[in-house]
Structures are given as C-alpha cells and as structure tokens.
C-alpha cells in the first residue's frame, strides 16, 4: 500500500555532487522518520543520514560536512545532497521511512535502491 521511490543516483567524478530523491506514495496518513542508508559490496549496510519529523538530523561521521539530508513533507519526499563525494561514497543508497498508515498504526518501508559511483 506505501511505495517509494528512489531516483538521483548515478556516476560522478570524485569532487563532484548528486542529489538522492526518496517520494513516498500510497496510504500515508503521516511520515515521521526518515532516512538514507548505503551498502557497499561485502560490506554491511549503515546509516547514512536521518531526519525526525522535527527536522533533528543525524549523520555518520563519514559525510558530516558533505551530506545534508532534507525533507518536504508535502510532497512526503526525502532528500539527499551530497556534495564533495569521494570513491569511498560508493554504495548502493536506499531510503527508509517510519510510515504511520493510522493513528495507531505504523510501519518501517525501503526503497529499492539507487547506484551511487564516485570515480577518482
């Protein structure tokens, strides 16, 4: 019933930027949580960045200065900008949500990823 979707990946030389959109689309009564997590080959994937519905954020001390998470809560989209990316960046991206489907009810979604490539 709650889908999202991921778009904004791609292959950047390093030093470069990318933008990562996250659009949740469904029943959605509200959105609290959000965030952006990577995994790259044989490695386990990690929080990248978080947002509450408050607008506290949270990042990994790897892209603290670079990464800057965002949200529009009208558009219940979540937002990534990367800036000053490294080859170290390069993992797959996916968004997480905390749906709320009710006043009672709630529910963790992910996207389905999105290919980030940092080329030295």
């Known amino acids: 019933q709650v889908q999202l979707v991921e778009s904004g990946g791609g292959l950047v030389q390093a030093g470069g930027s990318l933008r990562l959109s996250c659009a949740a689309s469904?029943?959605?009564?509200?959105?609290?949580?959000m965030g952006w997590y990577r995994q790259a080959p044989e490695k386990q994937r990690e929080l990248v960045a978080a947002?509450?519905?408050?607008?506290?954020?949270n990042y990994a001390d790897s892209v603290k200065g670079r990464f800057t998470i965002s949200r529009d809560n009208a558009k219940n989209t979540v937002y990534l900008q990367m800036n000053s990316l490294k080859p170290e960046d390069t993992a797959v991206y996916y968004c997480?949500?905390?749906?709320?489907?009710?006043?009672?009810?709630?529910?963790?979604?992910w996207g389905q990823g999105t290919q980030v490539t940092v080329s030295s």
């Open positions: 947002i509450s519905t408050g607008g506290t954020t």
């Open positions: 997480n949500v905390y749906v709320k489907l009710s006043l009672i009810t709630g529910k963790n979604y």
């Open positions: 469904g029943s959605i009564f509200s959105i609290t949580t």
